[in-house]
């Protein structure tokens, strides 16, 4: 399985073993879309940007586009080739690229009804000199949509022009596979995950620039492989989805240091994919066993925060008397008090654009027309079957976690 949030963070889609696509309302933890479309496992799912199309790519050599606000089928394409997985693009909600297993990616234009296919990487010989067919096992997006970022299966990473369709830059990372490339949100950051169990984090100084390795997360000690990596949702925490076949474990780094904070212990069943809400500090990790655990911060109560003069004491403290604290104050010194207090301005109309959904290039607000937070509820049958049967795929569970604490307290 694997799920994505969409772009707000209102939705969750998640990707069956058997062909379906499931979508909750984060908030109410309802079940507001189930769709099929696919005879064998979803192998990822990527939301466009103005939130109504979910792709589907499975193992049945087809991409499913699904418009989520008529719960339809808007286009299906079909490969020569199984799917790898399938990225849309950052803008264009109608444009999507597809890495296909033992042959080269190709990019998809489903505008108006119709379907393009482009294969990328035509020309290119491999590193070596010898001319070979090049395997994309990872490809992304970069965030203004000009960049194509493919990771080979040798290890060799490739960046396209989206408009010319030309290699402008290739370097090998490592000499195992890709399996996937990760973007933070600044878009000037991302994580690579390949097979040889190091996460390799990249910074670029612009956005189509060129990749410098900054630092690799790894487990040092048990060497584990990584099924997904992630950043969090302000970019200063790295997140791993341990390959293990019996844990179910989540590593956090700290970006910067690069040292390892929490690691996160879940239930004894593989971790199959993970992601980080885009506002919250919440991360939706997905067992093979066809369940989403949602990872959380406990909620304490602070009584205090209703008397912003009280500090809440956890023992006793030693308190020395100012030399005014208790004097009596003149009622004309507590009138201009008074006064002055009132003088002072307090806006309560403006409105301030949440810092997440702030585009870092001109500051505004990154705001679509025809952007859709949640999705109205169509009575189907299949909805109905849905929430009334048990099934092994599509359950899902809430965990509340305390990051701060113990990496045996879960």
């Not at 492989?225 to 997140?239: I, P, T």
């Not at 996160?264 to 199959?272: A, F, H, R, S, V």
Request: hydrophobic share 35%; proline share 3%; net charge negative.
């Amino acid at each position: 399985m694997t799920c994505r949030f969409n772009r707000r963070g209102t939705l969750l889609a998640a990707g069956c073993h058997d062909g379906r696509c499931v979508v909750w309302d984060f908030d109410t933890k309802g079940i507001a879309r189930s769709m099929t479309g696919h005879v064998k496992p979803i192998v990822s799912i990527s939301w466009s940007r103005n939130g109504r199309y979910l792709l589907a790519a499975s193992k049945d050599w087809t991409c499913t586009l699904w418009d989520l606000l008529m719960a339809e089928k808007y286009v299906r394409v079909r490969f020569s080739t199984p799917l790898m997985m399938a990225h849309m693009h950052p803008k264009n909600n109608f444009r999507f690229i597809a890495a296909l297993f033992q042959d080269r990616p190709a990019i998809v234009d489903v505008t108006d009804g119709t379907t393009v296919i482009t294969k990328l990487l035509e020309d290119l010989d491999d590193q070596s000199g010898k001319s070979s067919t090049i395997y994309g096992s990872a490809v992304a997006w970069n965030k203004t949509g000009n960049r194509i970022y493919i990771g080979s299966s040798k290890g060799y990473l490739y960046i396209v022009d989206s408009e010319t369709l030309k290699v402008v830059y290739s370097t090998r990372v490592t000499n195992t596979t890709i399996k996937n490339i990760h973007w933070n949100r600044n878009g000037k950051e991302l994580l690579i995950n390949a097979n040889d169990r190091i996460i390799r984090y990249y910074r670029l100084d612009q956005h189509d620039g060129v990749p410098t390795l900054e630092t690799k997360y790894q487990d040092l000690v048990n060497r584990i492989q990584w099924n997904s990596a992630c950043f969090s949702a302000d970019g200063e925490f790295v997140v791993g989805g341990s390959g293990h076949k019996a844990e179910h474990n989540i590593y956090i780094w700290d970006k910067k240091t690069s040292n390892l904070l929490k690691i996160l212990e879940g239930p004894k069943e593989p971790l199959d994919d993970l992601t980080w809400h885009p506002v919250q500090p919440v991360i939706a990790s997905v067992g093979s066993y066809g369940n989403i655990y949602l990872w959380t911060t406990k909620r304490e109560e602070n009584w205090s925060a209703f008397a912003p003069d009280f500090t809440e004491l956890e023992e006793n403290l030693e308190y020395e008397e100012k030399e005014d604290e208790f004097d009596v104050v003149p009622a004309e010194e507590v009138s201009r008090r008074k006064e002055d207090d009132e003088d002072i301005y307090v806006d309560i109309t403006t409105f301030e654009d949440a810092q997440a959904f702030i585009d870092p290039d001109n500051g505004t607000a990154m705001e679509d027309d025809d952007e859709i937070f949640y999705l109205p509820s169509i009575d189907s049958e299949s909805d109905r079957e849905i929430e009334t049967r048990t099934s092994k795929f599509g359950r899902l569970y809430q965990s509340d976690v305390d990051m701060d604490d113990s990496e045996n307290d879960h």
